[in-house]
């Protein structure tokens, strides 16, 4: 039952590392076909930049990060 739980996480691994690549191709097209499609309705690459600027403090906020740091001392 131990080897079918290894081989199995192996497996799921593999798949993961393999398909990776694939995944970020996709978002890389993805993001250039949202560009294209906000640059032809008339939007500047300006509003672009703060659209981007805006996703990503909001991506840092809810990211599911701790909120205080769990690296320091215990005497601190």
Not at 29 to 58: F, N, Q, R, Y
């Amino acid at each position: 039952m131990s080897n079918l739980r290894y081989g199995t996480s192996g497996v799921l691994v593999a798949a993961l590392i393999l398909i990776g690549p694939i995944i970020a191709v996709g978002v890389i097209i993805s993001a250039e076909m949202l560009i294209d499609v906000v640059t032809g309705a008339g939007a500047t690459v300006i509003l672009l930049v703060a659209a981007g600027a805006v996703g990503w403090v909001l991506f840092r906020k809810y990211a599911g990060q701790p909120h205080r740091p769990q690296l320091k001392s215990e005497g601190a």
